[in-house]
């Protein structure tokens, strides 16, 4: 069993959305609190001093592995991702995790997210579903693609430009019937929706190499 004491001395953290795209997706309150905490942690602090620096921010950006240590000596750590919500299909799950075990004071400062963002305007079957973030490279991915084919559920995963092809093909032989929704560029300036079977949309893909650029949040559409 844990042992909390006082959160107050026990440092805070702060988990703040910032864009997954456009600029203007960030909230005021981010804006505040990052401006308020002692230290700005994220995966790559080259990003993430491009973003403090557009808004005017000079907190300092740190490594997100030296969150622990600076909570420990009671300091605001503003957790940040390179987009969108830290936890959602990245390292900062393991943070939070890590903090709450210390003891920590831990609050959400939500805000843009492909995830929630992708269902708001996918126009398909998905009012249950699994959520699987970016599926494995290799070991188990078969695997997931025989399940996402045989489950009722909507499937939701994350997918880059490199390997959406080959999802694509591996749908078509698993659920070759059913609506897949793909949701590129979120927020961006060139944002699509392709909604189609897999087969269609392989070739709309194929016929357009530019439509296989960017981050994809691919929906495979409920029975």
């Keep these: ?69 600076l909570l420990a000596q009671g300091k605001h750590v503003a957790l940040v991702s390179d987009a969108g ?37 996918a126009g398909l079957r998905a009012h249950t579903f699994t959520f699987y973030g970016f599926l494995p490279i290799k070991k188990g991915r078969e695997k997931l693609f025989k399940e996402i084919g045989e489950t009722k559920r909507a499937s939701i995963f994350y997918e ?11 749908l078509a032989k698993v659920a070759p019937t059913r609506r897949v929704g793909l949701y590129r560029e979120l927020t961006k300036l060139y944002e699509e929706s392709l909604i189609g079977t897999p087969q269609e949309l392989h070739d709309t893909l194929t016929e357009d190499p530019n439509k296989q650029r960017g981050e994809f949040v691919v929906i495979v559409e409920g029975e």
Excluded: Y
Excluded at 86 to 106: F, T
């Design 1 to 69: 069993m844990t042992s909390f004491g006082k959160a107050q001395d026990r440092g805070k953290l702060s988990v703040v959305a910032t864009p997954i795209g456009n600029l203007e997706d960030m909230t005021l309150r981010a804006l505040r609190v990052l401006k308020e905490a002692d230290f700005v942690a994220c995966e790559d602090t080259r990003n993430t001093r491009k973003l403090l620096s557009h808004f005017d921010i000079h907190t300092p950006a740190i490594a997100d592995s030296k969150v622990l240590g």
């Design 85 to 121: 919500t830290p936890g959602v299909s990245d390292p900062g799950n393991e943070v939070v995790w890590r903090a709450r075990e210390q003891g920590a004071h831990i609050e959400t400062i939500p805000g843009a997210s492909a995830l929630p963002a992708a269902l708001a305007i």
């Design 160 to 170: 880059s430009p490199h390997r959406i092809m080959k999802a694509l093909e591996s």
